[in-house]
């Protein structure tokens, strides 16, 4: 399902999960060998390749894969990065001279 987070949010978690069916279908059963997880572009969001927690780093769309290295089974799906939204704002005013 994709994401969207800010830039300085918790970031996302992966969950990779193969079944017995098509598309999703059937039964879900273990992967056979690790699970790795790569970012299409790591300069929008990166991500461990190891655990699949990932983070934004700047505004844009980028697409998670994991792939099972047992089997060649892979997943993707899309995380959109968005701008941390203004909070405040401030206003300072300066004598002319």
């Known amino acids: 399902m994709p994401v969207t987070i800010h830039v300085t ?4 978690s992966s969950n990779f999960q193969e079944w017995t069916g ?3 279908t059937g039964a879900n059963v273990k992967p056979i060998g690790p699970v790795s997880f790569v970012s299409s572009d790591a ?10 927690a990932g983070g934004g780093v700047a505004p844009g769309v980028a697409t998670i894969t994991a792939t099972d290295a047992g089997n060649g089974l ?3 799906d899309t995380v959109t ?4 939204p203004a909070v405040s704002a401030t206003l300072a005013l300066t004598a002319n001279p």
Do not use: E, L, N, Q
């Not at 949010?9 to 996302?12: A, K, R, V």
């Not at 300069?43 to 699949?52: K, N, R």
């Not at 990065?81 to 941390?84: L, Q, T």
């Open 9 to 12: 949010s918790t970031g996302f």
């Open 22 to 24: 098509a598309s999703g």
């Open 43 to 52: 300069t929008i969001a990166t991500v461990d390749p190891a655990t699949g």
């Open 74 to 76: 892979s997943a993707s």
């Open 81 to 84: 990065v968005i701008a941390d």
